[in-house]
């Protein structure tokens, strides 16, 4: 039998921040029975291949092997002992299915969530994703006395793309122009798809009283690369409306139109 000051090593082949407190209770189980220290060691196959001690699989009800339990240095074990070790290696997998189970599920909630709230064609945050940055920021503002931009952009002559090249190539603009949107903003702006032809910019944390920087630079992005599209703004400012806020943006955006058909 191992000395209890020994210090042996429970080797798990699964991503080593999976492993619960749980475990390190099974483990201490282990010592508790005199059957050595015992610590968890991130591994590779190389390690398995290279182990001369005791070792128990940890496996999964469906079959898969995680990895071993394994003493480090070799010491011999009784009939009981090793019985023991193998018991605590199957709570051990019992624990760790369960883990995994539990984070395949979190990842998939997160993926589900992430896909309702991104524009299939553009890769962008869609409209649902945008009220919800906007209702954030506001909200932001007020706390910090800071103050946003909010821009609406909308495409001028998209139909008639679409009406005269087809679909396709008014996907492409589509994609074009939001490209040339997340281009002409900072990283921690917001940029999303509201949906059909109109998108929205969130400029945060803006220094000026009044968005004609934005839109300034808005209007040359998109001049250059020949998108002809109209583009209203509005600054809000803390304690204000951000749904009015918006509304401003969007009136000032069709003025530009009705301003750029005349």
């Known amino acids: 039998m191992a000395e209890h000051g020994e210090e042996h090593r429970a080797i798990v082949a699964m991503p ?30 190389d390690n398995f291949a290279a182990s001369n001690g005791a070792a128990v699989p940890i496996v999964l009800p469906d079959g898969s092997v995680l990895g071993l339990v394994q003493e480090q240095p070799a010491a011999q074990l009784t009939p009981d002992q090793f019985t023991t070790v193998r018991d605590v290696a199957r709570v051990m997998a019992t624990v760790l299915e369960a883990e995994q189970r539990a984070d395949r599920s979190h990842r998939r909630a997160l993926q589900a969530e992430a896909e309702s709230m991104t524009d299939s064609l553009t890769g962008l945050p869609n409209g649902r994703a945008w009220w919800r940055a906007l209702a954030r920021e506001a909200s932001r503002c007020d706390r910090h006395d800071l103050l946003a931009v909010v821009a609406v952009v909308d495409l001028d002559e998209l139909k008639v793309v679409n009406d005269a090249q087809g679909h396709l190539a008014g996907d492409l603009l589509l994609r074009t122009l939001a490209e040339t949107l997340e281009h002409s903003v900072r990283d921690t702006d917001v940029v999303a798809r509201l949906g059909g032809d109109e998108f929205g910019v969130l400029a945060v944390d803006y220094q000026a009283p009044v968005p004609d920087t934005l839109l300034t630079r808005l209007e040359h992005s998109l001049n250059a690369a020949g998108i002809k599209a109209s583009v209203g703004a509005e600054v809000y400012s803390p304690g204000g409306n951000i749904d009015a806020t918006f509304k401003s943006a969007d009136l000032a955006m069709y003025r530009t139109k009705r301003a750029n058909r005349a």
């Open 16 to 45: 080593f921040d999976a492993l619960s407190d749980a475990v390190e209770v099974l483990l201490g189980q282990l010592e508790a029975r005199e059957l050595g220290r015992w610590k968890l060691t991130r591994t590779n196959d």
